[in-house]
């Protein structure tokens, strides 16, 4: 392994931080003791990184929503050892997207994403530069990592007391591992990458004023044009990028993104300087669905089932010497996935792909919403939902798909594709 080109190094650590006043709790992250950097990678580049893994554990480095080839993409074949390391090199060659990385060890990524692995991956490019969006890192397009998680009464966190019957549920909300935040804005439009990086938990996420926003990227690109919503739910591993306008709202309004039960996620500070003027391009990308992909016959079955530690697709539990399905590299085809209902109705499963990002055909036969018409790598799916998408894979090798409710793909609710 040459270090020569090497862009980024990415540790995995165990440290301590200081997320209540005073105490040390003791978490584990990315080139620090939580979570991790930002890594901004530019399309066309090639790319090297360096991981290393600093933990008395064994590990991964899995890039969610990045296109490359199965031996850079960190699955559960990809073990470093504790105080080994691997350079991966990759080129990018995908559109602008919030993507994420974070650790895939068979049986216990569940744990090591809990204790905080996880980092943001921003893809730029010169359609994302020449818009005129918000780019100001930090000041008016911000990155937030929204989890749930469980202190003990000493304030550690407690993957084991967190457990619930399908994975784990806090009762502390972070917001890039900090508790209680504010995010001060100025009166201009703000971008907003919001990542549930949630081992189980959804999100909606609304303004408490009843005002529209708009959406204005998916999990993998730009859509084609800002949606307006009024709310936007994500599963876990799911992303969104908004933009909330806030040079007609003032702090006196007590502004925040609230939860579906109108719990605060985050609330703003909107100061008195006015910010930046700028428009949202009405169009921005151009995403499409051909007639001929839609028409494609499914080719691949993939049927979610079950609860707590019973989760298996398509009756079977992950199996790592078990190639599930084969794919052709460049060829389209169309995955039916199913989430089936047991007698007690079943559950939401977030399904997720590695390697590549896919599109939407239908949900229950229906055109997907509007704020899903784009690149897609995780599709939250209800039960007794039967949706279609259309995949393909850029690179060879074998990769992961499997439920994004970290803990069911610990417990086997995962599969392989090898792609050929
Ligand atoms: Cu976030 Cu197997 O992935
Ligand atoms: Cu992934
Ligand atoms: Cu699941």
Request: charged share 25%.
């Amino acid at each position: 392994d040459d270090e020569e080109g090497v862009v980024y190094t990415v540790r995995a650590q165990k440290g301590k931080t200081e997320i209540f006043d005073g105490i040390e709790t003791t978490t584990y992250g990315y080139n620090g003791s939580f979570l991790g950097p930002m890594l901004r990678l530019e399309k066309g580049e090639t790319v090297k990184i360096r991981t290393i893994n600093e933990l008395d554990e064994n590990t991964t480095f899995h890039w969610h929503g990045l296109d490359v080839p199965a031996d850079a993409d960190g699955g559960p074949h990809d073990v470093i050892k504790p105080g080994e390391e691997k350079i991966i090199e990759f080129e990018v060659s995908q559109e602008a997207a919030t993507l994420w990385f974070h650790p895939h060890p068979e049986g216990i990524t569940a744990e090591q994403v809990y204790n905080g692995l996880a980092g943001l991956l921003y893809i730029e490019d010169d359609n994302s530069k020449s818009l005129g969006l918000p780019s100001d890192y930090g000041k008016n397009d911000i990155p937030l990592i929204f989890q749930d998680k469980l202190f003990d009464d000493e304030k550690q966190l407690n993957f084991i007391a967190a457990m619930n019957d399908d994975g784990t549920i806090g009762d502390t909300l972070l917001v890039n591992g900090t508790l209680n935040p504010k995010l001060t804005v100025d009166k201009e439009k703000v971008r907003l990458r919001l990542l549930n990086g949630s081992n189980a938990r959804n999100f909606t996420f609304k303004l408490n004023t009843g005002d529209s926003f708009v959406q204005i990227a998916t999990d993998g690109g730009f859509l084609n044009e800002p949606v307006v919503l009024k709310e936007v739910t994500l599963a876990p591993s799911e992303r969104a990028e908004i933009i909330v306008d806030f040079s007609q709202m003032n702090s006196e309004n007590d502004l925040a993104l609230v939860n579906e039960d109108g719990s605060i996620l985050l609330p703003f500070e909107v100061s008195n300087q006015s910010g930046a003027v700028s428009t949202i391009p009405g169009e921005m990308n151009d995403f499409s669905l051909t007639e001929e992909e839609m028409e494609l016959p499914v080719t691949k079955k993939v049927e979610l089932f079950g609860m707590m530690d019973q989760v298996t697709i398509n009756g079977k539990k992950f199996d790592s010497e078990r190639i599930d399905f084969t794919q052709q590299q460049g060829v389209t085809e169309v995955w039916e996935i199913y989430n089936k209902p047991d007698e007690m109705g079943g559950m939401i499963h977030p399904f997720h792909i590695h390697g590549t990002q896919f599109k939407i055909i239908s949900r229950n036969g229906e055109a997907p919403p509007e704020n899903e018409r784009g690149w897609k790598d995780s599709i939250s799916i209800e039960p007794d939902e039967r949706v279609k998408i259309a995949v393909k894979f850029n690179n060879k090798g074998v990769y992961m798909f499997h439920c994004h409710i970290l803990e069911h793909e610990d417990n086997g609710m995962m599969g392989q594709v090898k792609v050929e």
